[in-house]
């Protein structure tokens, strides 16, 4: 079954008793059971729900795995992840992350005990060097956010499995549709679905995906054991976004090509972050393991003044100011204060993120209205 085929159809079927063709929200906590412990394979729903599981199976199929799980939020999942991990436990990290991701690992999970290194992993063959005998998981961003790095999911995982060591690939920037890092030979995918798996700004959620059965267990008990699940109106609004997603990520494709390739030429600009350019330091990588390079852009004017910076951002007519990204309508984010202010300014600046540096979800709106609105901006 092909991509497209796969975001409408799988995983769902018309409800059996009324044949309605699309998946009914199950807005429902508990279920009648015919005597103790005999039930229809639901029992209550933070367990299972016929909704969650349509999502999940769906989910599945378009990552190419066996198992899928979604949960409240990407950190929800993220978080259900490293709770399979032990104190002293030693996680490699790619050192351009999401903000999010770095606080959740350095401000609540290292209390408990998992060691987190962070290292720039664009080139693969120097992951070996940092890897110890605590070394249990490898956590990867590809592109990364905000910096458009590209990681060579093959190469990594040659060296996971080398090592006996779990890969672990956000998948966010790209989505399924573009990128499927299983097959790449990852060991888990994580999604913050709120951006291009929704694709409206209008649900928070997260994905966990494996072909593994240890994995899939451990993520099935932590799911009903923590508790960190999505509601059924939530898993019902992500399957309706995702039956768009490959005709929304086409034209988030084409828009941002056409803008970073636009902001490449302006004067005032000194430079633009996208895998697309074939000067991209992995821009073969991107290529290989990528469909398209996506709708995310960064980019950094000249004269690297801050004060500017937050002009241009406040000057946006159709580009909206605000967090998230993957929505089908255009944002302006500024990292620095915004989605990564988490980080402390020394280790932003280290993995090479200013704080002039202006990052952007093209939506799907007309190109030309977009190009028309920056040029405004930028003046």
């Known amino acids: 079954?092909?991509?497209?085929?796969?975001?409408?159809?799988?995983?769902?079927?018309?409800?059996?008793?009324?044949?309605?063709?699309?998946?009914?929200?199950?807005?429902?906590?508990?279920?009648?059971?015919?005597?103790?412990?005999?039930?229809?394979?639901?029992?209550?729903?933070?367990?299972?729900?016929?909704?969650?599981?349509?999502?999940?199976?769906?989910?599945?199929?378009?990552?190419?795995?066996?198992?899928?799980?979604?949960?409240?939020?990407?950190?929800?999942?993220?978080?259900?992840?490293?709770?399979?991990?032990?104190?002293s436990d030693e996680v490699l990290v790619t050192d351009d992350l999401y903000g999010g991701t770095y606080r959740l690992f350095v401000q609540v999970i290292e209390k408990f005990g998992l060691k987190f290194k962070f290292i720039p992993m664009q080139n693969a063959q120097n992951i070996e060097q940092h890897l110890t005998s605590q070394t249990k998981l490898i956590w990867i961003e590809t592109p990364t956010n905000p910096l458009m790095n590209v990681i060579d999911i093959e190469a990594v995982a040659k060296i996971s499995k080398k090592y006996n060591i779990t890969l672990a690939v956000d998948n966010t920037f790209a989505s399924p549709y573009l990128q499927n890092p299983l097959d790449w030979g990852a060991d888990v995918v994580m999604h913050s679905a709120t951006k291009y798996l929704g694709g409206h700004s209008d649900v928070v959620m997260g994905v966990l995906a494996t072909n593994r059965e240890d994995l899939a267990k451990e993520f099935a008990f932590l799911q009903n054991a923590v508790g960190a699940v999505p509601a059924p109106m939530d898993c019902f609004l992500m399957l309706r976004g995702i039956k768009t997603l490959h005709l929304r990520m086409q034209r988030h494709c084409e828009n941002g090509a056409k803008i970073a390739h636009w902001l490449r030429s302006h004067p005032k600009v000194e430079k633009v972050f996208w895998c697309g350019f074939p000067d991209h330091p992995n821009h073969e990588v991107a290529k290989r393991q990528m469909r398209d390079f996506g709708?995310?852009?960064?980019?950094?004017?000249?004269?690297?003044d801050l004060e500017?910076?937050?002009?241009?951002?406040?000057?946006?007519?159709?580009?909206?100011?605000?967090?998230?990204?993957?929505?089908?309508?255009?944002?302006?984010?500024?990292?620095?204060?915004?989605?990564?202010?988490?980080?402390?300014?020394?280790?932003?600046?280290?993995?090479?993120?200013?704080?002039t540096l202006i990052r952007l979800s093209v939506g799907v709106e007309d190109a030309e209205d977009l190009i028309e609105d920056l040029s405004q901006a930028i003046g």
Do not use: W
């Open 1 to 87: 079954m092909k991509f497209a085929t796969k975001a409408i159809h799988a995983g769902v079927e018309p409800e059996p008793h009324t044949g309605a063709v699309m998946t009914p929200i199950f807005q429902t906590s508990t279920y009648a059971q015919e005597a103790p412990g005999k039930h229809k394979g639901y029992e209550y729903s933070r367990t299972h729900n016929p909704t969650r599981t349509a999502l999940q199976n769906n989910l599945a199929a378009l990552e190419n795995a066996k198992y899928a799980f979604a949960f409240a939020s990407g950190l929800a999942a993220t978080d259900t992840l490293l709770r399979i991990f032990r104190p």
């Open 295 to 304: 709708g995310m852009v960064s980019f950094i004017l000249k004269g690297d």
């Open 308 to 355: 500017e910076a937050k002009r241009v951002m406040s000057s946006f007519k159709v580009f909206t100011l605000a967090e998230s990204l993957g929505g089908v309508e255009s944002l302006c984010t500024h990292p620095a204060t915004m989605t990564h202010a988490s980080i402390p300014k020394e280790q932003r600046e280290k993995a090479g993120l200013k704080d």
